[in-house]
């Protein structure tokens, strides 16, 4: 069975939360990987709303050192710190991330030890396991910002009812299986293609705060799940313009023009809480398979 990306919505909110949203936040989560994306004030009490385990995090991705974005870090390495995390939490941010990172322990009373490995990254591919890999893009907001790709990769998979059937017993004859490499087993000569099947790889992007800009389309072609910012509505596009933000027709458009499956909504401004689905039906009129993400909605690909 194919493991699932499941992407969970700890904040949705905009630089002001409501009381229906909490500053921006989101886990990505596959296998033992727990990628955050961004820490808003309050995220730490946003894991134990849904039920998660903040120590389980692996991974910080920030893509920009604004408050609504960022506030929620001191708190969380604090409960990591007193909760005995023991891995090294990596965080991966634009350029200047290690000197907010130092003035931060600088400013707050911190208590506890806590591994930290923090990298300033810009564009391209910053982490690669082999499975999956991580990538980053330059967004336009007034200050340093990065968009952040997670690419699941592409691999050949055994059939085990087929690998059952055929009596072939575990070994590494199966590592030559996985490469798509024929095998002879007990005498028999076995064909990979008979054994195996192809798993698409899946890509989910995330772009949150930023100005209209030609890099965005490019870095999400063909994402499975494209999460974008969507601040304004379509008659707000130069106030938009003016904030270095995205309006939801602007986000819908990028979608269609990257030809991604499925695009969610977040960052929603407080002027909308009384009417949320206005963004949602400008967003479904250009690109259909639109969405719009509450705190705690969660997605999977």
Known sequence: ???????TFLGTADSVPSA?????????????ENILVDCGEGTQRQFRMVGL??????????THWHGDHVLGIPGLLQTLAFSGYNKTLHIYGPKGTKEYMNEMFRVFAFSGNISLKVEEISNGVFFDNGEFFLEAERMQHGVPCNAYNFVKKGQIRIDKKKLKKSKIKEGPHLQELKKGKDIVFNG????????TFSEKGKKISFVLDTGVNERIAPFAKDADLLVIESSFDAESMARAKEYNHLTCEQGAN??????????VL???SQRYDNNPLKVLKQ????FRNS???SDFNVFEV
């Open 188 to 195: 028999n000569k076995y064909f990979a293609r008979n054994l």
């Open 291 to 293: 969405f719009l993400a």
């Open 53 to 62: 385990n903040p120590c389980k995090i692996t991974k910080i991705l920030i």
């Open 20 to 32: 229906k949203r909490n500053h921006t936040a989101i886990l990505l989560s596959y296998k033992d």
């Open 283 to 286: 967003s479904k009129k250009i």
């Open 1 to 7: 069975m194919t493991e699932k990306i499941k992407i």
């Open 254 to 263: 990028i979608a269609k023009k990257a030809k991604v499956n499925k695009l």
């Open 266 to 268: 977040t960052h929603v």
